[in-house]
């Protein structure tokens, strides 16, 4: 009896799957034209703050300055047109001056920092200084201060200038 059943079974789903075989149709093929016309078309509206002033035209985010620019006769400057090397130096002494304030203890470590010839001065110093001179641009790197000094970008490359004169 359990036989029978089992052969009846087996025959059921051996017929249901020859007409269901039969009755499929294809598998439709989907192409990108029709997915993409079916799916309207989303829009992002960002809405920004209103930040725009008289006096700031372009928002917080861009800012403008007025400069005034001074012509110099070329007769009265020393320089030569172009060389803006009295400028860097300019630039380096205000940024040794702002650092020199933030760290008044570390003055003669700064001072060494910003010389303009420091070869022969770090040939001079034994490697126990200059292990003293690492460390405390270690201090001065590290420091919650250095950030406001205001060229602190000047300080960071008169830095990498000494870490590169040291190695």
């Known amino acids: 009896e359990e ?7 087996f025959d059921y789903f051996n017929t249901l799957s020859r007409t269901s075989s039969f009755n499929t149709s294809p598998i439709p093929i989907l ?5 993409t016309s079916k799916v309207p078309k989303k829009t992002v509206t960002l809405l920004l703050p209103k930040t725009r002033t008289r006096k ?8 403008i300055e007025n400069v005034s620019i001074i012509h110099k006769d070329h007769e009265e400057s020393p320089h030569h047109h172009g060389n803006i090397s009295s400028q860097v130096r300019n630039i380096q002494y205000q940024a040794k001056c702002d650092l020199v304030e933030q760290f008044p203890s570390l003055s003669t470590t700064i001072n060494l920092l910003f010389s303009d010839n420091i070869r022969p001065l770090l040939l001079s110093l034994s490697s126990s200084m200059i292990g003293d001179l690492v460390f405390q641009l270690r201090t001065v790197l590290f420091s919650p201060l250095l950030l406001m000094v205001q060229s602190w970008d000047v300080v960071l490359c008169v830095c990498i200038r ?3 004169q040291v190695s």
């Open 3 to 9: 036989s029978e059943k089992a052969n009846n079974s």
């Open 31 to 35: 192409t990108t034209s029709s997915l």
């Open 162 to 164: 000494f870490l590169h």
């Open 56 to 63: 700031k035209p372009f928002g917080v985010h861009l800012q």
